[in-house]
């Protein structure tokens, strides 16, 4: 009798699971989803809350489920350099036009530059008016000793300016390998820029070649990227598990002002980006939410922009219908020097690091905190942590003690999964922004003299 319940059970929860299983195949952003929250409860199970495990064998088990995400992001890490450079190059080939490549590269830059000053602005100014610092007491912590220590940066600044020439020539690469080598991104993006530009300006029987080459090359960076999707919900599982167990719950208790005021700027950054995206692209914030939650979500889980780029391209040339010359040269270029979410972090945790260690920073400390944000941000890896080291960068230049970085490790991963969301939604919006300019440029080149071809059909 009970087996015959059991069989009955069984086959009333079969339209449940094949259901289930019909929802979650082909939609990657369900399948993460799953898989974070899945992360998220095993790592709460055998982490340090529940006494289950000795801490030592949490590690070594959570080791072991992050282990398929260290996969993914080697994957994706191992295709970053040739497809940043296929890419970029193929997006400038793309279109014979000099001076329309001029003006979409000197727009995105521009664009890039004012978003990430604006971006590191409202974290700094948020921090000021919050002041979360007031809210932890740094000798509770161990790091009373570093209080008022002296850094190197208080005489430093007249230096750094007078080096400013000869850090500018170090943009331009005198070996493109060995930059490569080096994963050094900004390198990489002027060298392609180079080269694709000359490129276009070349014979195109000539280039043909090379444009073909660079075209397979790019098909294989995606053909793998499209392999290692496969593992992104497991790899977000174990990632998620691992972080989860080794910090626990309790470890954003003690910070959790400072973790509200960077999710409140970085909210405010995206609610900003949705504007822009509003008004030039004529998308309501739950379309580009609707278009690009795949890549946000996967931005979240993974914290590279570098991992999300390919979905990105594809988001931009589909659902959110960017041209494709377009599209294959902003993103590169924008997961290379477009951080607004970065920016915006570093600017709050400057002035909250500063805060927790009495250091008071003047106008001039502030703007320094903003050029440096955005100067740093530029060129930066696009993968997970690269915010810590850029932080570092920046309170050395402002005179607070770089040892109040350990503060913040305990919950930096966490932010920097959040940020990775505004640096990825930044690039899509660079991508509308560009594409409705690009629009207006053609339409106001075209002669008003000659019928439209929508005209001549009707005629």
């Keep these: 009798m009970s087996g015959g319940q059991d069989q009955t059970r069984r086959r009333s929860l079969l339209p449940f699971a094949y259901s289930l299983q019909a929802l979650v195949r082909g939609r990657l ?165 180079i080269f694709g530009v000359a490129l276009v300006v070349m014979q195109r029987d000539k280039a043909r070649p090379v444009l073909d080459l660079l075209a397979s090359l790019q098909e294989v960076c995606l053909t793998i990227v499209k392999w290692a999707m496969w593992l992104a919900p497991l ?41 822009v995206a509003r008004i030039y692209g004529g998308l309501p914030p739950r379309v580009f939410i609707g278009a690009a939650k795949d890549v946000m979500l996967l931005a979240f889980s993974t914290s590279s922009s570098a991992a999300v780029m390919p979905l990105s391209i594809k988001t931009a040339e589909g659902p959110l219908k960017v041209k494709k010359h377009i599209s294959q040269f902003v993103i590169p270029l924008g997961a290379t020097i477009n951080m607004n979410g970065t920016a915006l972090y570093q600017g709050v945790a400057a002035i909250f690091i500063a805060q927790v260690f009495g250091v008071e920073i003047g106008s001039a400390g502030l703007v320094l905190i903003v050029l440096t944000s955005v100067g740093a941000s530029i060129g930066s890896p696009a993968t997970p942590g690269v915010g810590i080291v850029i932080l570092s960068t920046i309170l050395v230049s402002i005179g607070v003690p770089a040892s109040g970085i350990a503060l913040i490790m305990g919950v930096d991963r966490l932010l920097d999964m959040s940020r990775t969301v505004i640096n990825v939604c930044g690039d899509l919006v660079a991508c509308i922004v560009l594409d409705r300019m690009d629009q207006t440029d053609t339409e106001v080149t075209d002669d008003p003299a000659e019928p439209s071809r929508a005209e001549a059909e009707t005629t």
């Design 235 to 275: 790899a977000v599982f174990g990632l998620m598990a691992r972080l989860t167990a080794d910090t626990g719950p309790q470890a954003l208790l003690g910070m959790l002002v400072y973790v509200a005021t960077v999710l409140l700027g970085l909210g405010l950054m995206l609610g900003m980006l949705l504007v």
């Design 29 to 193: 952003w369900l399948q993460v989803l799953v898989g974070m929250v899945l992360g998220v409860g095993t790592g709460l199970l055998i982490g340090p809350t529940t006494g289950l495990l000795s801490r030592e064998t949490a590690s070594v088990v959570g080791n072991w489920l992050a282990f398929p995400g260290h996969l993914f992001l080697a994957l994706i890490q191992m295709i970053v350099i040739p497809l940043v450079f296929s890419s970029i190059i193929r997006g400038l080939c793309s279109s014979d036009d000099i001076d329309q490549l001029r003006r979409l590269g000197v727009r995105a830059v521009l664009f890039f530059v004012l978003t990430t000053a604006i971006a590191v602005t409202i974290g700094v100014a948020l921090a000021l008016f919050i002041r979360p610092g007031d809210y932890v007491d740094a000798t509770n912590l161990g790091l009373a000793s570093a209080i008022g220590a002296p850094t190197e940066a208080a005489g430093s600044g007249q230096a750094r300016l007078l080096d400013l020439p000869a850090h500018v020539l170090t943009l331009l690469p005198s070996n493109p390998l060995s930059s490569m080598v080096e994963s050094n991104m900004l390198q990489i993006v002027i060298f392609a820029s």
